[in-house]
């Protein structure tokens, strides 16, 4: 018998005479059984749909794209003590990766260091620790960091503090900021909507956003200073659609908020990048991709009126849906990754992280993080995809599905807009309604099954999770060797040396928002001071606890 | 006579500062919300005391914790014992990233239900029900 409990040739039968039954995309556009031309009527090539590398880029930013290069494959990797990730990285470098990406921990993210009271338990448990320069030392040990590519991933509040350590350590290593290949993660936007608790208020969040940018804008040319993390809004339940909008809606108010600095629109939109998913609706996610490319163009030249082609490109990185992902059959995630890294390549992506199989279940294992590796090698090398610049451009379906997607992105952006801005929009908690309503929305079509996710509401025998490559636990003495090594460079260091250049950067900060906090803040870190130390004393000058926590009480 | 008896189930719904996970646990808050659970929905607790205080406080007649961290063990471990040093006998469980083969360990240390991935908000509800109708 089979689910239905009809006989097995039943429900052979009718397995055979069976046909789709949602025909809308996964984000709700009804969809047609075939489109031809009469659906992309209006459009006009050289106005919508350029050849790549042409404005407004609808078909990719480069004009030969994959065959002048290969989008970057890196794993976001973290986990334990800096010496831990390190080791896992230089393994990823034996196994082929391009560039590198690295995660923080939890108390990290939030500004406070490892020996915090509260921190226990936590140390290295979802990244790694980054707490002082010498940590940053260790995790780039042995890392040529005037030739890679580093993905820095952290929240808004210590993203300054860790670049600044990254810059540090690089220049102790006879190579300048100029020469420095990467992306910081720079987006105290939407750091209030993937969970972790905003432990900067937003006006601060704001300025150490803007003082990055400046800082990047002026001394690091190769390096993007501002990601727009709209990945982890999808994560949160958001469809293709609200991806876009509520992406380029945060966008725009980094913007804002430069241009209110004083910078030039041309100066530092060239260095932006955006961060978004690729979920398990093929042509779906393709066509968002290339409908935020084309509107993101549109926008940065006719509202901000850039004169900088590279300030029109819409430059992403992908990471596939972690949320697509089950543990039910849990191989059966290999697959889904496949097919959603490959829409991204397919949308001409410039950076993939796709995930590893068993992240419904724990972080990945070595294992399971080579065949995410080995799923790009094969896209790249073996499907031969990357071989012609947007190879689905021209398609009546995907047009069509690209311009609906762009007008109803474009609607919520005007209704952005007349609140007064992304920010007005979060302050008001009309951004959690709409997160909150689409999530639910999803997890009631996976329900009622009106959305078939394969091992969860059919097919769901074996209802087996068994990963064949174990799960990843820390090394053990990990987090307790992590706290013992901050607590020793805390009674090591120069006392005196340390006050002083807390001193200073209260100084600094006193001086108002538009003062630059980079400089000293390296010389803090130069006298040892700490991530909870440096960002405690900024936080006390606006007017904050020093401890995010509110259990320390400044030393200083 | 449903109903009144349902109106008596009060939770507490809670996850750790450091969890950068949220959806699943809002999900199960407003599922049990719409079956008729009073829910304390309490995000971003410091430490298990404060959960304890509030469970006190509000007369819970259980908590539920999420955690995608892998904080599971620690967490269980710490709030099993403050309850049991403040003489508190109230039923706990626990949802999030939790492997299979911690789901046992969890129930050695004293959690009521383990609410892994692939778990269903229904699964967690009529959990609750059940457990707090034999209280």
């Known amino acids: 018998m089979s689910n239905n409990g009809k006989s097995n040739v039943d429900g052979l039968i009718d397995a055979y005479f069976e046909k789709p039954k949602r025909t809308t995309t996964w984000s709700g556009f009804p969809v047609k059984d075939i489109y031809t031309p009469k659906d992309i009527d209006g459009m006009d090539y050289e106005r919508d749909m350029p050849d790549a590398g042409k404005y407004p880029y609808t078909r990719g930013i480069h004009p030969d794209m994959f065959r002048g290069r290969y989008w970057t494959k890196r794993e976001v990797t973290g986990f334990g003590t800096p010496t831990d990730t390190n080791r896992r990285l230089k393994k990823q470098i034996e196994e082929g990766v391009s560039g590198l990406n690295v995660i923080r921990d939890n108390p990290t993210n939030l500004g406070i260091d490892p020996d915090h009271p509260l921190a226990e338990g936590e140390v290295g448990l979802v990244g790694v620790s980054l707490c002082s320069l010498k940590d940053m030392e260790m995790l780039t040990e042995g890392i040529p960091l005037d030739k890679v590519s580093m993905s820095l991933i952290c929240a808004s509040c210590p993203a300054i503090i860790i670049l600044s350590q990254y810059i540090l350590i690089a220049e102790q290593r006879g190579i300048s900021p100029a020469k420095l290949r990467g992306t910081i993660a720079n987006d105290p936007l939407h750091c209030r909507y993937c969970g972790w608790r905003p432990s900067n208020p937003i006006d601060l969040s704001l300025k150490l956003s803007v003082d990055i940018i400046e800082y990047c804008t002026n001394s690091m040319p190769l390096w993007n200073t501002a990601v727009v993390n709209s990945y982890d809004l999808r994560e949160n339940g958001v469809n293709a659609v609200q991806e876009v909008a509520f992406g380029l809606a945060m966008a725009m108010a980094y913007i804002d908020g430069a241009l209110k600095r004083g910078l030039n629109i041309d100066d530092f939109a060239s260095r932006r990048a955006f961060y978004c998913s690729s979920h398990i609706d093929f042509f779906e996610e393709i066509a968002k991709l290339r409908a935020a490319r084309r509107m993101w163009a549109r926008i940065v030249k006719e509202k901000y009126g850039a004169k900088n082609p590279n300030s029109w490109k819409f430059r992403f990185a992908v990471h596939t849906a972690g949320c697509s992902l089950v543990p039910q059959q849990p191989l059966n995630n290999i697959i889904r990754i496949a097919y959603e890294a490959l829409a991204a390549v397919l949308a001409g992506v410039q950076s993939l992280h796709s995930c590893s199989y068993d992240e419904p279940i724990a972080l990945p294992t070595e294992e399971s993080q080579r065949i995410a590796l080995r799923t790009q090698q094969i896209i790249a090398y073996e499907t031969g995809v990357s071989n012609v610049a947007d190879p689905l451009g021209g398609s009546y379906y995907v047009e069509n599905l690209t311009n609906r997607i762009e007008e109803q992105a474009a609607r919520i952006l005007d209704e952005i807009e007349k609140m007064g801005g992304m920010v007005e929009a979060m302050r008001t908690g009309w951004l959690d309604k709409e997160i909150d309503k689409s999530s639910l929305e999803y997890q009631k079509e996976i329900e009622r099954r009106e959305r078939i996710i394969v091992g969860v509401n059919a097919f769901a025998s074996p209802p087996d999770k068994k990963t064949p490559g174990g799960v990843h636990r820390n090394p053990a003495e990990s987090e307790k060797e992590q706290i013992n090594s901050v607590k020793e460079l805390k009674v090591k260091r120069d006392d005196k040396v340390l006050r002083q250049s807390i001193g200073k950067l209260r100084e600094k900060a006193q001086m108002g928002e538009g003062e630059n906090l980079f400089p000293t803040i390296m010389d803090a870190l130069r006298a040892k001071a700490t991530l909870g130390e440096i960002m405690g004393t900024i936080r006390e000058v606006y007017g904050y606890s020093y401890d995010p926590l509110n259990i320390l009480e400044s030393p200083f | 006579m449903e109903t009144a008896k349902k109106e008596k189930v009060r939770v507490l719904l809670t996850r750790h500062v450091f969890e950068g996970h949220d959806i699943g646990l809002r999900t199960i808050v407003n599922r049990c919300r719409e079956s008729g659970i009073e829910v ?42 403050t309850l049991k040093e403040k003489g508190m006998v109230m039923p706990v469980i626990v ?25 269903t908000p229904d699964e967690v509800v009529s959990f609750i029900f059940t457990l707090l109708d034999r209280h």
């Open chain 2, 40 to 81: 304390i929905y309490y995000p971003r607790f410091k430490d298990l005391n404060e959960v304890v205080k509030v469970a006190e406080e509000e007369d819970v007649g259980l908590i539920g914790i999420s955690s995608s961290t892998g904080a599971h063990l620690y967490l269980s471990e710490v709030l099993i014992s």
């Open chain 2, 95 to 119: 949802g999030g990233i939790i492997p299979d083969k911690d789901a046992s360990t969890l129930k050695g240390l004293g959690i009521a239900g383990v609410f892994g991935p692939g778990s």
